[in-house]
C-alpha cells in the first residue's frame, strides 16, 4: 500500500523524513543494534543528506550503528569518477558523519564478473539483516533504482541497459549525453520489495505524471514504481507540482 504524504515544500518535506531516519537510528542504537539504510543518489535526495549531515552537526545524530546499500552505481565507473555513485555519496553524506566507511556499500561499477558481484550484493543485505528503511528517487521512465521498464517483482540486483530517456536528464551532469553510461548495476525491484519500510521522495511538476502513474494505474512491469503498491509499508513524500495529478490525494 501507498501512503501519500504531501507537504507544502521539499524543505518541510526532507526534515519529516530525515527525523523519521533519525529516529529508526536512535532507537536502534538504544537497542544496541545496527539501523540498516537504503540509500538513492540524483539530484532529489540531495537535500534529506543535507539534513542528516545538519543533525549530525547540530543535534549529535550519530551513524556509527548505520549500515548502508545503496541502489545502484554506473557501469565503468570507479569510485574516483566524480559522476560515479560513490563519489557521491562521499561527497553528500559519507564523508560528513561518522560512518564506518567499510559499513558503506555501493554496487561495483567495474565489477569483472557483474554476475557474482551482483549475488555477492544480495548476500551482503541478507547478511546484515536486511534493509530497514529504503530511500528511492523515481525517473520519469518509472525506474527506482535503475530499474528501467520493463521490470517486474521478481528482478534482483544485475547488470542493466539504461533507458535514453534516462541517459538524456542525465546529461546535464556529465556535459554531454554521449559520456553518460549505456548500464548500470541496480538492486532490482525485487529486492526494493524486501526491505521493511519504502520512502519514495519526488519533487516538482516532472515527476507529476510518473508519480500519479505509479499510484494509480494497476502495477505493470511498464511502470516499475508501480509494483511498490504490493509493499506494505510504502510512503510516497511529495511536493505540490508532484503530487498535482493524483486524484486522491
Ligand atoms: P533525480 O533522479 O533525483 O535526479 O530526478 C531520480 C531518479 O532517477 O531516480
Redesign the pocket.
Known amino acids: 500500500m501507498i501512503r501519500l504524504h504531501v507537504h507544502p515544500d521539499k524543505a518541510t518535506a526532507v526534515r519529516a523524513v530525515a527525523a523519521d531516519i533519525a529516529g529508526l537510528i536512535r532507537a536502534r542504537a538504544a537497542a544496541g543494534k545496527r539501523a540498516v539504510l537504503g540509500l538513492?543518489t540524483?539530484?532529489?535526495?540531495i537535500p534529506l543528506y543535507a539534513e542528516l549531515v545538519r543533525l549530525h552537526r547540530e543535534e549529535g545524530l550519530s551513524f556509527r550503528n548505520v549500515t548502508t546499500f545503496n541502489l545502484d552505481e554506473y557501469s565503468g565507473l570507479g569510485p574516483d569518477h566524480d559522476q560515479s555513485y560513490r563519489w557521491f555519496m562521499q561527497r553528500q553524506l559519507f564523508d560528513h558523519v561518522d560512518v564506518t566507511p567499510a559499513e558503506t556499500h555501493v554496487p561495483d561499477g567495474l565489477a569483472k564478473d557483474v554476475a557474482a558481484a551482483a549475488a555477492a550484493y544480495e548476500a551482503a543485505i541478507r547478511a546484515a539483516g536486511g534493509i530497514d528503511l529504503q530511500v528511492?528517487?523515481?525517473?520519469r521512465t518509472g525506474?527506482?533504482g535503475f530499474n528501467e521498464p520493463p521490470a517486474g517483482p521478481a528482478t534482483r540486483t544485475r547488470q542493466v541497459h539504461l533507458d535514453e530517456l534516462?541517459r538524456r536528464?542525465n546529461a546535464a551532469f556529465f556535459g554531454d549525453v554521449a559520456k553518460v553510461p549505456r548500464h548500470a548495476v541496480t538492486m532490482g525491484v525485487g529486492t526494493i520489495l524486501d526491505c521493511r519500510r519504502v520512502v519514495l521522495l519526488a519533487w516538482g511538476e516532472g515527476?507529476a505524471d510518473i508519480v500519479r502513474r505509479s499510484v494509480e494505474d494497476a502495477p505493470s512491469d511498464d511502470c516499475p514504481a508501480s509494483w511498490l503498491q504490493r509493499h506494505a509499508a510504502c510512503d510516497f513524500v511529495l511536493d505540490p507540482a508532484a503530487a498535482a495529478r493524483l486524484a486522491r490525494r
Open positions: 538513492a540524483g539530484s532529489t535526495p528511492l528517487g523515481i525517473g525506474h527506482i534516462t536528464d515527476k
